[in-house]
């Protein structure tokens, strides 16, 4: 099992955020860095600060050197794709080759209604998102890009320069929808997110993507999985890694823990001691 970790850019600040993935950079076991993209915070106070998610992922990516970093994930509503898709070439050059393309359908409605922001019903946002899907690979993958969609429209688009990976970043798709997400991520994912939940619910909705892939004739093994993993309210990273080895017996690809508020790089190393016999 591989590890990442996420810093939510919720009731912090970009101090402690930034110490936080400058120190992880120096420790091998963590392979990647995440953050999300809200701006609003989620699951908590609402009327908090909350840094937004690709602003910081570019800073993030000067300030590292080994770290893949990504977007976990980029929710579709809040950017034209061809926007988001130079963004990521943007960011992947900054990087020289380290981001990871995070792209889900959107959910929040909070935000979305207070940004007059058209969300959309569940058709609506997963049919406008397999076409940004589209659009995004066109772009970053092609000299010229012609796209003539029920949301989006394209002639002659272009995307220069190109991201550093070809044809383009990884793609990690989150979510666990079994008709629209699972069949989107076999489509177009390298990579695909189980939010969170059980092990046992992660293997019947891997065994769901795998399907997909079946009937879209494609390798299953070419979809990397991973899901998020919490502290406890006692902060021990023994019971982090307690939750690792389950996933591990299920074949979970890659292990990223949310780190706690307040951030602080003290965390890191008793979490990567914890986790290093799995790894």
Request: proline fraction near 7%.
């Amino acid at each position: 099992m591989r590890f990442g970790f996420k810093t939510a850019p919720q009731h912090t600040d970009w101090d402690a955020m930034a110490a936080v993935w400058k120190a992880a950079d120096d420790i091998a076991l963590f392979e990647s860095g995440w953050n999300f993209d809200h701006f609003y915070p989620i699951f908590s106070d609402s009327t908090g600060p909350c840094l937004e998610g690709w602003t910081m992922l570019a800073a993030m990516a000067a300030l590292t050197e080994r770290l893949r970093l990504g977007v976990l994930v980029t929710g579709v509503p809040y950017r034209h794709p061809a926007v988001l898709a130079n963004m990521a070439a943007t960011v992947d050059v900054v990087s020289h080759g380290r981001l990871e393309l995070g792209l889900g359908a959107g959910w929040n409605t909070e935000e979305c209604e207070a940004y007059g922001i058209d969300l959309g019903s569940l058709k609506q946002r997963f049919d406008r998102f397999d076409e940004a899907c589209e659009v995004i690979v066109g772009l970053l993958s092609d000299e010229h890009t012609d796209f003539d969609g029920d949301h989006y429209r394209l002639r002659g688009a272009r995307c220069e320069p190109k991201p550093v990976q070809r044809p383009h970043p990884p793609i990690c798709i989150g979510g666990t929808g079994e008709r629209r997400t699972l069949r989107s991520a076999a489509r177009w994912a390298q990579h695909w997110n189980f939010p969170g939940g059980t092990p046992g619910e992660f293997a019947r909705k891997r065994d769901v993507l795998h399907a997909h892939c079946a009937d879209l004739d494609r390798d299953p093994a070419e979809v990397m999985t991973s899901t998020h993993l919490r502290f406890g309210e006692d902060g021990d990273p023994g019971r982090v890694a307690e939750q690792a080895q389950r996933f591990a017996e299920v074949g979970l690809d890659l292990a990223i823990v949310y780190l706690p508020v307040p951030h602080r790089p003290a965390v890191l190393e008793p979490l990567a001691e914890a986790l290093t016999p799995l790894g």
